[in-house]
């Protein structure tokens, strides 16, 4: 007996070339089954090529695609156990929303009984929370409404794998908030694996459980949300994800201590793996802690405050350091001091943990 494949898609040394322009580099990828990943870099990084490449609208110049341990290559998309959820939705404008999800069934061959097509669409926007909207007419619907629809459309055929191509771009943050919950949900449901592209960080921490880092038509990191954030991989990582404070340093000779263009000494222990030299420091905004007077612990930069962003629960600092230029931090309200808020042009000192700092080669 053949075992299953372990996962559901697989890229080995995939290469995509246009012409003289190479917009995926030789990358290896695993998918696991039933797994949420989310393809995540700026634009031209390879992302959406990649997800071409899985739904089949573009073929590998290099190496080989396979779903479900097939082979890929040559295979069109309508051949393939993949849906896919564009960013418009590309719904049809005159027809309404059941016939909208049914359209994939009709074209099932062998043919589907009407009443089976009729059953599935309605089960398939239920499944979406859109049961008693089956008569309306597309443009009745709101954006979230649309886009429901378009999932109902791509699942109703019980794929293997769902694509999603920056499917909530079009929504305002509000919504866009609820339909992230929406997708988790769905996926959990369905079981299914769901491969998401997008050049949102924050969608790509929140929705998935794999985050796939690309650059330059390269992966460049692979792993949890909360990995890839807290240990990225590189600076380029570190930079790209979330938000961070940059920082030239000097590695002195047994690698266990940096020390910063100020003069200012962090220890980092031993286990640092850098050669004496230039490096780069990385530092999250949120790991520095905000306060009016020094408490002898830890790392410590005096600073002025010269600008505040105040965003609620939050407040967001540009704080200049004392030879070392601008710092970006992100204090909780409860954490500062004596006040709420600390005002421009207030001098304050930025403590750290030495562990929280992340340090790569210049």
């Not at 990191?221 to 990995?227: N, V």
Request: aromatic share 6%.
């Amino acid at each position: 007996m053949i075992a299953a494949p372990a996962n559901d898609i697989e890229f080995r040394s995939v290469t995509k070339r246009y012409g003289s322009v190479t917009a995926v580099s030789d990358i290896n990828l695993a998918v696991p089954k039933g797994a949420f990943v989310a393809l995540l870099g700026p634009s031209g990084c390879g992302k959406t090529t990649c997800l071409r490449m899985i739904g089949g609208f573009e073929q590998p110049s290099e190496g080989t695609v396979l779903i479900d341990g097939r082979e890929m290559n040559g295979v069109p998309p309508y051949r393939r156990p993949v849906n896919m959820v564009f960013q418009h939705y590309a719904l049809f404008p005159h027809f309404d929303v059941e016939q909208n999800v049914a359209y994939g069934l009709k074209q099932a061959r062998p043919k589907l009984a009407a009443s089976e097509i009729s059953a599935r669409a309605r089960q398939a926007l239920e499944m979406v929370r859109l049961g008693g909207y089956e008569k309306r007419r597309i443009h009745e619907m709101s954006g979230g409404q649309q886009q429901r629809v378009a999932l109902a459309r791509a699942i109703v055929n019980k794929p293997s794998v769902l694509l999603l191509d920056e499917p909530l771009a079009a929504l305002d943050k509000k919504l866009r908030t609820a339909m992230q919950i929406e997708l988790q949900t769905l996926q959990r449901e369905l079981g299914i694996t769901f491969v998401l592209v997008t050049h949102d960080q924050e969608e790509a921490l929140s929705m998935s459980d794999m985050v796939c880092v690309m650059n330059a038509g390269r992966i460049v990191q692979m792993a949890k949300p909360q990995d890839v954030y807290d240990k990225p991989a590189d600076l380029f990582v570190a930079d790209f994800v979330g938000k961070t404070n940059r920082i030239a340093a000097t590695v002195e000779a047994g690698g266990a201590t940096l020390r910063l263009p100020n003069g200012t000494a962090l220890a980092t222990g031993s286990t640092i793996g850098l050669r004496p030299g230039a490096a780069t420091v990385a530092l999250r905004p949120e790991a520095i802690e905000l306060v009016r007077q020094t408490n002898g612990s830890g790392s410590q930069l005096i600073g002025t405050v010269t600008h505040r962003i105040f965003l609620g629960s939050t407040a967001e600092y540009q704080i200049n350091v004392d030879g070392l230029g601008d710092f970006l931090v992100t204090a909780d309200r409860r954490s500062v001091q004596e006040s709420d808020l600390v005002e421009p042009g207030e001098r304050v000192v930025l403590t750290f943990d030495p562990g929280k700092v992340h340090v790569f080669p210049a």
